[in-house]
C-alpha cells in the first residue's frame, strides 16, 4: 500500500483531485478537516480537550461544539487557533496511523490523506510522496467567493493565514498545476500516479 499526501492552500482545489483518486483509482481518502470534525463530536476523543481550553459557551443547544462559534475565536486570534491545532491535529494523526495499519491488512493499493498542515503536522514521515495542489490566489479567491460565498475580506484573511506557494514547492514532490481544466489536471494526474504506483 502507498501512502499519498495532497496538500494546498484554501481554494486551490483539492477537493476535485481527490474525487478523481477515489472515483478513477479507487483510492482510500482521509480529509483530516472532515476526521477532525467528527472527532469532535460528543464522547469523541477531541471533545473534552477543547471543552475544556475554550469553555462551553462553544457548546450549542444540543451540547455539540458550535463550529461556527469556535470559527469566529480561533479565526481572529492567530494564538487560539494554534492552541486548538496544538489540541486537534496529534490526535487526529494518532488515528490515522491506527488506521494505516488497519487498512495495509486489506486490500488497499492508495491510501490518500489531504490536509492544509501535511507538512508543518509532520506527515512527510507517514507519506512515500506528497504533492502540493496549485492555482494562483487569484482563482482562489473567484472560487472561494463564488462556491463559499465568502467575501473578498475574508478570502485574502485566510489565505493570508496559510503558507506561501514557495513553502508548498520546497516541502512537497510534486505540484499539479489546478488552475486549468479539469481534463488537465487528470493528464497530471495520471502520469504522476503512474510514476507513484
Not at 483530516?32 to 467528527?38: C, M, P, V
Not at 475580506?153 to 493565514?161: A, G, P, T
Request: aromatic share 8%; with cysteine.
Amino acid at each position: 500500500m502507498k501512502v499519498l499526501g495532497i496538500t494546498g492552500g484554501i481554494g486551490c482545489g483539492k477537493s476535485l483531485i481527490l474525487k478523481q483518486l477515489k472515483n478513477d483509482y479507487g483510492a482510500y481518502i482521509i480529509e483530516t478537516d472532515s476526521l477532525a470534525h467528527s472527532l469532535m463530536k460528543k464522547g469523541q476523543i477531541i471533545y473534552d480537550a477543547i471543552i475544556k481550553e475554550f469553555g462551553e459557551e462553544i457548546l450549542a443547544s444540543d451540547d455539540e461544539i458550535d463550529r461556527e462559534k469556535l470559527g469566529k475565536i480561533v479565526f481572529s486570534d492567530k494564538d487560539k487557533l494554534k492552541k486548538l491545532n496544538s489540541i486537534s491535529h496529534p490526535l487526529v494523526k494518532q488515528y490515522i496511523l491506527n488506521d494505516i495499519k488497519e487498512k495495509r491488512t486489506q486490500n488497499i493499493k492508495l491510501y490518500v490523506i489531504e490536509a492544509a498542515l501535511l507538512i508543518q503536522d509532520g506527515y512527510k514521515t507517514i507519506c512515500d510522496e506528497i504533492w502540493y495542489i496549485w492555482a494562483s490566489e487569484e482563482t482562489r479567491i473567484s472560487r472561494l467567493m463564488a462556491n463559499r460565498g465568502y467575501s473578498l475580506e475574508k478570502c485574502k484573511q485566510v489565505i493570508n493565514n496559510q503558507e506561501n506557494e514557495d513553502y508548498y514547492r520546497k516541502y512537497t514532490n510534486y505540484t499539479i498545476n489546478n488552475e486549468k481544466s479539469i481534463e488537465d489536471s487528470s493528464k497530471q494526474l495520471k502520469v504522476l500516479l503512474n510514476k507513484f504506483l
